[in-house]
Structures are given as C-alpha cells and as structure tokens.
C-alpha cells in the first residue's frame, strides 16, 4: 500500500503544513533562502507530520495547533538531518548533495541551528505547555542519542540494549513527540495519550532497525546515499552487530572497527550480511515492534485514524527506503 493511501484521513491538512514549511524559507537574506529551499525541498515521506495528524482525529480535531506541531517536528527532523550529515560528512542525501558538500560545515551548522529555532518559534504557537516542553526534552534526548553515537563510534563491544537505546534518541524520540503530541492537542484521555505515545516508540523504533536493514540490503538509487554508509561512519547497528556475535573470533565488522580499513571490509560485511538469515531476523524483531505498537490502539475510538496508523506499521517493515 502507498503512503498516499495510509495517509488519505489526513491528507488535505498534511497539503497545509507542506505550504506551511515552505513558507520558511521566504526569507529577505538570499542565501539563507537559498539553503533553506535545498534543505526543506528534499522531500521526505512526511511520516512524523501525518503522525501527528492521525493522532490527532481521535477526539478533538484541533488543526490550528496540530498544524504548527507537525510543522515544528518536521522542521526538528530536518535541522537533525543537516547537522549529521556535517558531523558525518556525507555528501548526499536523499539522493541530493547534502549542505554540508555545498556550502561546508559552517553553513550546515548555522542552519540546522536556524531551523531548530524556527521550529521553537512553530511549537510555541500550540500554545501548549506540555507541548513545548515535551518538544525540547525531546531534542534534548536527540543531542544525547547523536553524542553517545559520536562517542562509541568505532567501538565494536556495544551490546544490544546499547543498540536500543541509541535508536531511540535517534529515531523513536521524534515519532513517540509525533503522536504523544497528537493527543495532547486533540486533548485525549491520559490513557489515550499514553497509548499513542507508545505506538509511537514502537514505531519509532520499527522504523530505525529496517533502516539499518536497507543500509545492508538497499541500493544507492533506493537509500539516496551508498549503501554501507553506517559502517563508514564506525556505527553498530543490528545486522552488524549480529554478524559479529556469530563470528566474534574474526569477521569483517571486527576487522573494519580495528583498523579502520574501510572498502574491503564494508563490502564483505555487505556481502555476508545479504547472504545469511540476519536480515530475516533483524526484520522479525522490526515486525515485533510493529505489533507491539498496533496493540495499544485498541482502547482509542475505531475509526480511519486508527486504521491508518496501523496501515503504517505494516508498511514500515515492507518499505525499500
């Protein structure tokens, strides 16, 4: 199923937070609207702006609100997206050069900086305390994921819950803020609220391990960037992680960690990876959290929200980028 028809509830509002984050970069500083419009103009699958969206349509369909929160978490992912890809120098994204490749690394981190702030500026217009607070302890939560990754790049003993825990700050913080958020706009129940909070780190969580799946098994064309790409930047994901549990004495992944020689290894560790059952795995724990997260949706009201969002843990673990 297409993302255009999981999203169909909520289609037309999804149409006013595009208008709305395009407005952000009609600025009267020429360059500053020129990076805006590359960064923002990438596209996207809008998965966190729909989620909020959808959590919202349970009780008290706020769109006033729900439109600058979606807006403002969009805004956060990307200015996430800039700064990473200066931190990991990556020269695409989405199958684009990235900020950092154009114009270098000040410009990427002003940037970022500059949409972290324009997403303030949206979330305080929820009017919502619970809101806005949730939103910076999130980003808070997003800097630490991004400094633990930083710290143990290359470190070849992280066990599984370390693995956990960063793919959280990582990814399952922003979607769990996407629907908590929904919820708290559309002033739903506690245990509703609580419910959506956690589809969304389940989600969140789904989301992050099938895309360290497709960095393995993906092509360039699919991924926007080079397959291997996480195992250039010395992360540890699951797959990888995996094929080193199997063979702790000597893999490709142990060597690539040790000595840091980058080519050779990463397309073995490619290559065996694609040529075992890890990726089966690693996809039976995604589906896991995918039915985790379906079942606590089962208290909110039965309705083409509910529907959708559990049309899109189903599309999660059957994705291809």
Same mark, same amino acid.
């Given at each position: 199923?297409?993302?255009s028809?999981?999203?169909?509830?909520?289609?037309?509002?999804l149409? *006013?937070?595009?208008?709305?984050?395009?407005k952000?970069?009609?600025?009267?500083?020429?360059?500053?609207?020129?990076?805006?419009? !590359?960064s923002?103009?990438?596209? &996207?699958?809008? *998965?966190?702006?729909?989620?909020?969206?959808? $959590?919202?349509?349970?009780?008290?369909?706020?769109? /006033?609100?729900?439109? !600058?929160?979606?807006?403002?978490?969009?805004?956060? !992912?990307?200015?996430?997206?800039? !700064?990473?890809? @200066?931190?990991?120098?990556? @020269?695409?994204?989405?199958?684009?050069t990235?900020?950092?490749?154009?114009?270098?690394?000040? @410009?990427?981190?002003?940037?970022g900086?500059?949409?972290?702030?324009? %997403? &303030?500026? +949206?979330v305080?217009?929820t009017?919502?305390?619970?809101?806005?607070?949730?939103f910076?302890?999130? =980003?808070?939560?997003i800097?630490r994921? +991004?400094?633990n990754?930083?710290?143990? $790049?290359y470190?070849?003993?992280?066990?599984r +819950?370390?693995?956990?825990?960063?793919?959280?700050?990582?990814?399952?913080?922003?979607?769990?803020?996407s629907?908590? $958020?929904?919820?708290?706009?559309?002033?739903?129940? +506690?245990?509703?609220?609580?419910?959506?909070?956690?589809? &969304?780190?389940?989600? &969140?969580?789904?989301?992050?391990?099938?895309?360290? *799946?497709?960095d393995?098994v993906?092509?360039?064309?699919?991924?926007?960037?080079?397959?291997?790409s996480?195992?250039?930047q010395?992360?540890?994901t699951?797959? %990888?992680?995996? =094929?080193?549990?199997?063979?702790?004495?000597?893999?490709? *992944?142990?060597?690539l960690?040790?000595?840091?020689?980058?080519?050779?290894?990463?397309? =073995?560790?490619? /290559?065996?990876?694609?040529?075992?059952?890890?990726?089966?795995?690693?996809?039976a724990?995604?589906?896991?959290?995918?039915?985790? %997260?379906?079942r606590?949706?089962?208290?909110?009201?039965?309705?083409?929200?509910?529907?959708?969002? /559990?049309?899109?843990?189903?599309?999660?673990?059957?994705r291809?980028?």
């Open positions: 199923m297409e993302l028809q999981i999203y169909a509830p909520v289609v037309d509002d149409k *006013i937070i595009e208008e709305t984050i395009k952000v970069s009609q600025v009267d500083f020429s360059w500053l609207a020129q990076l805006l419009n !590359h923002l103009g990438a596209g &996207g699958k809008r *998965i966190r702006p729909a989620l909020t969206l959808l $959590s919202g349509r349970f009780y008290n369909y706020r769109l /006033e609100y729900l439109v !600058h929160m979606a807006a403002a978490i969009e805004l956060m !992912h990307t200015a996430t997206l800039v !700064h990473d890809d @200066a931190i990991d120098k990556s @020269a695409t994204r989405r199958g684009r990235t900020v950092y490749k154009n114009w270098g690394p000040e @410009a990427a981190v002003l940037l900086d500059y949409l972290f702030a324009k %997403a &303030g500026v +949206e305080s217009d009017l919502n305390i619970r809101a806005i607070r949730n910076s302890q999130t =980003l808070m939560t800097s994921g +991004e400094l990754q930083a710290k143990n $790049s470190n070849i003993n992280q066990t +819950e370390d693995y956990l825990q960063r793919i959280f700050g990582k990814t399952a913080s922003l979607f769990l803020l629907t908590e $958020s929904g919820g708290i706009l559309s002033e739903a129940p +506690e245990s509703s609220i609580q419910a959506l909070k956690q589809y &969304g780190h389940d989600l &969140g969580m789904a989301f992050q391990i099938v895309d360290d *799946i497709l393995f993906g092509t360039e064309e699919e991924l926007g960037k080079p397959a291997g996480d195992l250039t010395g992360t540890l699951l797959p %990888a992680m995996i =094929l080193n549990e199997r063979y702790p004495q000597d893999n490709p *992944i142990k060597r960690f040790l000595d840091r020689k980058r080519t050779e290894n990463i397309q =073995l560790a490619i /290559e065996q990876v694609r040529n075992s059952d890890i990726v089966e795995e690693c996809y724990k995604a589906k896991e959290y995918c039915d985790s %997260a379906c606590p949706l089962k208290v909110l009201p039965d309705n083409n929200a509910r529907e959708s969002l /559990e049309k899109l843990a189903n599309f999660v673990v059957k291809r980028n």
